[in-house]
T-cell receptor
Framework: NAGVTQTPKFRVLKTGQSMTLLCAQDMNHEYMYWYRQDPGMGLRLIHYSVGEGTTAKGEVPDGYNVSRLKKQNFLLGLESAAPSQTSVYFC???????????FGPGTRLTVL | SQQGEEDPQALSIQEGENATMNCSYKTSINNLQWYRQNSGRGLVHLILIRSNEREKHSGRLRVTLDTSKKSSSLLITASRAADTASYFCATAFLGNDYKLSFGAGTTVTVRA
């Protein structure tokens, strides 16, 4: 069981470039989440999904898009990266209904 | 914001001592969860306490919940160097089935 995996682990982008972060889970969880973590601010929810084919906005969705075409995968896209999107991105999955969440190792993104 | 807020922001203790950190929140909850994050890693779930519970134990961890004061505490007894990490409380608010709100965390350093 790999749990929750994220690719890539690190990435450096120039302003205006695009990229996709991939999250995969092998626990058959219905719910998946994308967070960003910035110093002193804890985790903030970007987008989440309550099942295959569904997505919803979280606390800080602007500048990001997501897709959940397969139950095990949750993709986070940046169409035109900005320096304000420099952050560590975490994916998580869970059974929902206020249960615990399982986190991936994170992706450290720097936008120059 | 509905986020939980941890106190203190940072804590430094000697190995073998106890570490206590607190979390306060603003609205009614379904449950409250504590997570640990080692440097450069993802979050790991430690313990979940439901709104109708007052205390819960897991190994060297003790969590209390006071819903009248909207606060929780996490006690780590007989701390070890391996307990050095950041600790986050996450609140599952009523009427918010899929999401957790994370605080900014308490950074704990255990000195050998």
């Amino acid at each position: 069981n790999a749990g929750v995996t994220q690719t890539p682990k690190f990435r450096v982008l120039k302003t205006g470039q695009s990229m996709t972060l991939l999250c995969a889970q092998d626990m058959n969880h219905e719910y998946m989440y994308w967070y960003r973590q910035d110093p002193g601010m804890g985790l903030r929810l970007i987008h989440y999904s309550v099942g295959e084919g569904t997505t919803a906005k979280g606390e800080v969705p602007d500048g990001y898009n997501v897709s959940r075409l397969k139950k095990q995968n949750f993709l986070l896209g940046l169409e035109s990266a900005a320096p304000s999107q420099t952050s560590v991105y975490f994916c998580a999955s869970g059974r929902g209904n206020h249960n615990e969440q399982f986190f991936g190792p994170g992706t450290r993104l720097t936008v120059l | 914001s509905q986020q939980g807020e941890e106190d203190p922001q940072a804590l430094s203790i000697q190995e073998g001592e106890n570490a206590t950190m607190n979390c306060s929140y603003k609205t009614s909850i379904n449950n409250l969860q504590w997570y640990r994050q080692n440097s450069g890693r993802g979050l790991v779930h430690l313990i979940l306490i439901r709104s109708n519970e007052r205390e819960k134990h897991s190994g060297r961890l003790r969590v209390t919940l006071d819903t009248s004061k909207k606060s929780s505490s996490l006690l780590i007894t007989a701390s070890r160097a391996a307990d050095t990490a950041s600790y986050f409380c996450a609140t599952a608010f009523l009427g918010n089935d899929y999401k957790l709100s994370f605080g900014a965390g308490t950074t704990v350093t255990v000195r050998a």
